[in-house]
């Protein structure tokens, strides 16, 4: 079961950690969210599928995903008495996803490519539109710190600890590919291996039509059918004899 669910700077919600139980109802008003939450978790699962990025580029690309509201929030804006608009962003955006499981712990961030000729940058994407993912975190426990994280991965380089020392695992990740996905040794990192099988049991019925041209909405002509019901029933003990 996952215990909290985190997204931050996804279309309208700017940081939201959401702890969760075996039954969680979601409600408010139109427009304050609630698909956009969904939508999040939805995202996430697509990671241990290898296909984050494409889903990102269905919605539009990593722009249109991002968080277009202000850095932070002023005095005014949160009373009420001034607009919640945009402003210039001083840092680079980044969309993270996360969740707290009972075993593992995962975590997501992702970023626009770095332009090209940037100083210490050594493998320029063609693609300057597509988003990398910039860093993966597996770790035990509820939140992050550096003393219980077990798989980290910054950039291309994939390192696993080992006691309490780092080994490298990888140094050549593809910026486009998730840890989930790459790395699938059961024996050698069964984190990665263990956190995959968790989203991959995920599921998601949502893809039930509701628009008006939906089968459910249309009307349809009423016609007779037989039905074979077949029943096993319990065979009753025979009632005791008297003589």
């Known amino acids: 079961m996952i215990k909290a669910f985190a997204v931050s700077n996804y279309r309208s919600l700017k940081n939201v950690v959401s702890p969760l139980a075996r039954l ?10 609630k698909s956009n939450l969904y939508k999040s978790l939805r995202l996430l699962a697509e990671t241990a599928k290898g296909n984050l990025i494409s889903s990102i580029a269905q919605e539009g690309g990593l722009d ?19 607009p919640v608009q945009g402003s210039a962003k ?11 499981g009972e075993d593992f712990s995962y975590a997501v961030s992702l970023g626009m490519p770095a332009p090209q000729g940037f100083a210490g ?17 597996i770790w035990v426990g509820d939140v992050y710190r550096p003393s219980n994280c077990l798989i980290d991965r910054v950039g291309p380089v994939v390192k696993v600890r080992s006691g309490q020392k780092w080994a490298v695992y990888n140094t050549h990740l593809n910026s486009y590919e998730s840890i989930l996905n790459e790395i699938s040794d059961p024996v050698a990192v069964p984190e990665v291996h263990a956190v995959r099988q968790t989203i991959r049991n995920w599921r998601f019925y949502d893809q039930f039509r509701t628009d008006t041209d939906s089968i459910i909405r249309t009307p349809q002509i009423g016609t007779l059918r037989y039905l074979l019901l077949v029943a096993a029933l319990l065979t009753p003990r025979p009632l005791p004899c008297w003589y």
């Open 24 to 33: 969680n109802v979601v409600t408010g008003p139109n427009g304050c969210g």
């Open 121 to 137: 940058y050594q493998d320029p994407s063609m693609f300057q539109f597509d988003p990398e993912i910039k860093r993966e975190c």
């Open 90 to 100: 001083k840092q680079n955006a980044r969309l993270r996803l996360g969740f707290v």
């Open 64 to 82: 249109y995903t991002f968080w277009a509201g202000p850095d932070n929030f002023t005095k005014g804006m949160r009373e009420g008495s001034a």
